[in-house]
């Protein structure tokens, strides 16, 4: 099967005249139709400019995309011209975003906000978009939709406005919906809600979902594979279940230990000594190093490239070196990277 | 058995609302007859949904609100009928952590001067070679480079942030330290430190905690005993690991099965418990038992009869008379593997 989505050593760079900050420093990937993919990362690994690349949400300057290509059906996003990719977004790629009170606007009727792409993107009359808006509320789990859609964003609760978002990225029914910590905000049983419908509508659109989150448990719920990041790169790429089973990266080894889980009770979290680096500042060989407890001498001078392993996983630790999977296939990585 | 250090009885606090000049007065009972207590060096956790009510009570607790109706007694004395001086002197014994550790501390001030403030107003460690030895100890219980002193706190990190705020709180060597989900804003590699931080400085300075938190996962790994919140009451409390073995309230069975789990091979065997809805306003909590409108096991009586916490096993109450008489619960996401 094609990747309906592809990037490709992707670099989002914030140049300011005092210094760049590597937000996003080289990200591969291929999301299959009908897939999620889960993007994991700490505050500032660089999984939301990620995201906002993609869609070229970014304010640019200070960001500049510096190298790289996204591939959606193939044709390059990057390349396209500004009326072009006002065809793609919010269209064919949709995204919902962690805080739905701050990303609705407060001034528009939630129906209106639904409609709006409705009519730009499928030529509907705003009756007929009205039709399809109060349709989408009711498909989103909202109870009365032909009132509700009459609503405010201040008069929905949290978990409400997250749904009525959702409905707006379902609009157009889009091949790829982008959820930048969809239930970051809201309460676990609302989450639990909110994750339920993701996965019925992903099963009814065949949509595939890049799903950019922190939270640990939420990957293991709902994700066909993984990418871990760490300091504007991915550490780690591997199917869900291997990733927990049997990680490669020290970094990835020492996220999943530090989680607490209501499975079990641990007497003490393994957590990762210090912090993570400033992406501002220089630095030689691995990013991890400073807080890796199984660092080796080269790791300090050489930043290592990307291991290609068994089972289309990859990690970029050195320790992977023995195991990746031809040396040919190693360099040809390495070059595509630089 | 000892007394215990924090004893909390009928405890209620009710604001109040409304909705416009020309609108009927109305109450929000944020807390509406909660009954605990905290034994010596226990860490006792609070947990609940945005809502609960939670954080009112550590405030009550803290007395930085006053109570409507209730008493708090700590170390077996009363909080309300003691004069300011009094309670001014309590509070050295009773410390708070705060959830955001960008807002709860001064930008103005250096790190030296936020975690030394407690003793210029408690007129402790006046001598300066003592002031220096006490703080060269905290510093270093709390892991915070001695070179941090001079600087502000928006030189560092959250979780470095955080630790300045443990730091604060451990400077007069409370016994019970209220923590407001202190944990919550940080990454989880930090949260992690910060969570192996706090259970070490309870075995060293025999603290007790009242944990905060809307998180079971890092309660279940720091707390010994638990009580569940649900609009302003406490539906369920028990001894941590009977709790998420054996929940006896649907509330908390349900608020069980939503947490997903780092294991993706349980989260593939695992059945969810969905309530439908929010929760409901606490300006019109439901009638009879409030957690009736979402519940499974509902029977005609929770709609009108308001259940009290009894008592289903050893140190286990649950505000509900009918999920401990069932006796399967076949699709439940229990816990216990």
Redesign the interface.
């Known amino acids: 099967m094609d990747p309906v989505l592809s990037v490709r050593g992707l670099r989002t760079h914030f140049v300011t005249p005092e210094r760049t900050v590597k937000a996003v420093d080289g990200i591969s990937y291929d999301l299959l139709p009908g897939k999620t993919l889960a993007v994991v990362g700490?505050?500032g690994s660089g999984k939301s400019v990620h995201a906002l690349s993609i869609l070229g949400l970014l304010p640019m300057p200070p960001a500049e995309i510096v190298a790289g290509e996204i591939l959606f059906q193939g044709r390059d996003l990057l390349k396209m011209r500004a009326a072009q990719m006002q065809e793609i977004r919010g269209n064919r790629i949709a995204m919902i975003f962690q805080e739905p009170m701050t990303s609705l606007n407060p001034v528009l009727r939630v129906g209106e906000q639904i409609a709006e792409a409705v009519v730009l993107h499928q030529k509907k009359t705003q009756k007929e978009a009205w039709a399809k808006a109060v349709d989408l509320l009711g498909k989103v789990g909202i109870?009365h939709p032909e009132e509700r859609v009459n609503d405010f964003p201040h008069q929905f609760?949290g978990?409400?406005r997250q749904r009525a978002m959702i409905a707006i990225a379902l609009s157009c029914e889009p091949d790829v919906l982008i959820a930048d910590e969809p239930t970051t905000a809201l309460?676990?049983?609302?989450?639990?809600?909110i994750?339920?419908l993701m996965k019925s509508l992903q099963r009814e659109y065949k949509m595939a979902i890049v799903l950019i989150t922190?939270?640990?448990?939420?990957?293991?719920?709902m994700?066909d594979d993984v990418v871990v990041m760490y300091a504007g790169r991915p550490v780690e790429r591997a199917p869900?279940?291997e990733l927990?089973?049997d990680p490669k990266h020290p970094y990835t080894k020492?996220?999943?230990a530090?989680?607490?889980?209501?499975?079990?009770?641990?007497e003490?979290?393994?957590?990762?000594?210090g912090?993570?680096p400033d992406l501002g500042a220089a630095y030689e060989g691995c990013p991890f190093v400073p807080r890796c407890g199984d660092a080796l001498e080269r790791c300090r001078a050489d930043d290592p490239p990307e291991f290609r392993l068994k089972g289309g996983r990859m990690s970029n630790c050195w320790r992977c070196e023995s195991e990746a999977e031809s040396r040919a296939h190693r360099f040809a990585q390495a070059e595509a990277a630089r | 058995m000892s007394a215990p250090l924090l004893e909390v009885r009928g405890l209620k606090k009710h604001f109040a609302a409304s909705g416009g000049m020309f609108a009927e007065k109305t109450t929000v009972k944020a807390v509406d007859g909660v009954s605990f207590s905290v034994m010596p060096q226990e860490s006792f956790a609070v947990v609940g949904?945005?809502g609960c009510g939670k954080t009112t009570l550590g405030k009550l607790v803290l007395a930085l609100e006053k109570p409507t109706d209730g008493t708090v007694l700590f170390d077996g004395r009363d909080m309300a009928s003691m004069s300011r001086r009094e309670l001014r002197r309590l509070r050295a014994d009773i410390q708070v952590i705060f959830q955001d550790p960008y807002s709860s501390l001064n930008p103005r001030m250096t790190v030296s001067d936020i975690i030394t403030e407690p003793w210029i107003i408690h007129g402790r460690h006046k001598d300066p070679a003592a002031r220096a030895r006490v703080l060269a100890k905290l510093l270093d219980d709390c892991g915070i480079a001695k070179a941090y002193l001079p600087r502000h706190p928006h030189e560092f990190?959250g979780?470095?942030r955080q630790r300045v705020g443990i730091a604060r709180a451990l400077a007069l060597d409370p016994k019970l330290i209220v923590a407001d989900e202190p944990v919550s804003a940080l990454?989880?590699?930090?949260?992690?430190?910060i969570?192996?931080l706090l259970?070490d400085l309870q075995k060293e300075r025999k603290l007790s905690y009242l944990f905060i938190s809307?998180d079971?996962?890092?309660v279940?790994?720091l707390c010994t005993r638990i009580a569940v919140m649900y609009l302003g009451r406490i539906v369920e409390s028990a001894d941590?690991?009977v709790l998420?073995n054996d929940p006896q309230h649907p509330y908390t069975e349900?608020?069980?099965?939503?947490?997903?789990?780092?294991?993706?091979?349980?989260?593939k065997r695992r059945k969810?418990i969905?309530?439908t809805?929010?929760?409901p306003s606490p300006l019109k909590p439901p009638s009879g038992c409030r957690f009736h409108p979402r519940c499974r096991y509902l029977v005609d009586a929770c709609r009108t009869e308001d259940p009290a916490l009894a008592e289903t096993g050893a140190a286990h109450f649950a505000a509900c008379p009918v999920l401990p008489f069932k006796d399967k619960r076949s699709d439940a996401a229990l816990?216990a593997?």
């Open positions: 700490e505050s109870p609760s978990g409400m309460d676990v049983t609302i989450q639990a809600q994750l339920e922190h939270n640990i448990g939420v990957v293991a719920e994700a869900v279940g927990f089973s020492g996220l999943l530090s989680v607490p889980s209501i499975y079990e009770r641990k003490r979290l393994a957590a990762i000594p912090q993570p | 949904e945005s990190s979780g470095q990454d989880v590699s930090i949260q992690a430190q969570l192996n259970k809307h079971f996962s890092v279940r790994h941590s690991e998420f349900a608020l069980l099965s939503a947490v997903p789990v780092p294991d993706p091979s349980i989260e969810r969905l309530l809805g929010d929760v816990v593997l």
